[in-house]
């Protein structure tokens, strides 16, 4: 596969005409964007934000669905409606009934930990036709996290408005945000409650972040251990985001032991250099309670990696407004953490504006 493709993988999808017999949808057709199982019938993914998109000249659009999820529908890059999902769902949508191609967008909002989803098929209708694929962004984006990064309970009033199923909205997170704004692709490869090597309140211990990282879909493995391995030539980002630690370092102790943390930090860096050749990486912190730990502990790492000569990387201590779900960060403050790391990732993609 060319490494440099778009951060989707094009597919062959079987397309259910209601009614009629299957129809094969070309393979140049769709554009997928984070880590997908690309599979003979169907596909299928746990990641928060992960999407399909493709053009089409059409006046409705079904997709078959199948899995526990919230999505948010998209024309031409403006949102139109939220759907929910619970078993397997076939969900249509009205579109604009005119002879011109338009882009349509599904976004995964809501977070599978554990779990997955599956689309069995999209249907244009008996006179919809699929147009040209939508084009490649030049700029890629990695983004590894925890609930933060996935906008847990993003849309809730308070600590306990609701559920994380419900209040959970990844388009509102900083990294889709960042994402959209730079017009760049990217891959949202973050997990609520997981650390680096150490859960919060040390739940499922054995799958970490760190386990995680190596799988397809982050949200199967601790049901099914066997799942897919992620190929790492499928995407290539030009930088990553690293905000982790969250979960090392707070809550109820014992925290995760700080050699160990640092260990596993910098064996991720060196390993994602050596699978991303010229990668920069933007390195993120915040505060943690009851002790403040992880700020100091991701400096350091970064002045340690500064003081070996690397040049690829940047430091970030970030503050956020933690009043939406559970003490996570609101809408307001996941603008606000977009805007704040906007300028370092552009800085390190060579993407500012003169």
Known sequence: MNTNMFLSVAFVLAATVY??????????????????SVQDTCLCASAPAVSVAFKAVTGEVTFDIEGEARFLFEIDGKPQKYVTVTDRKKQKFSTPKDSKPHTYRLVKVSESNPGKFCIHGIDLGKKGSFAEKPKASSRRIEFIGDSFTVGYGVE???????????????????????SESLRADYHVNAVSGRGLVRNYANIVPEWTLETLYDYTMMGVPEQDANTERWDFDRFHPQVVVVFVGINDFQGEPPYADVGKFKQAYVKLLDRLRALHPGVKFLLVATKTWPNDDLGGVVEGIYNDQVAAGKTDILYKFVYTENTALHGHPSENSQKELANTLRPLVARLGGWLSR
């Open 156 to 178: 809730g009033k308070g600590p306990e408005d609701g559920t994380p199923f419900e209040k959970t909205n990844a388009s509102k997170s900083y990294a889709f945000i960042l």
């Open 19 to 36: 009614g009629g017999a299957s129809m094969p949808i070309d393979k140049e057709s769709l554009a997928l964007n984070g880590r997908w």
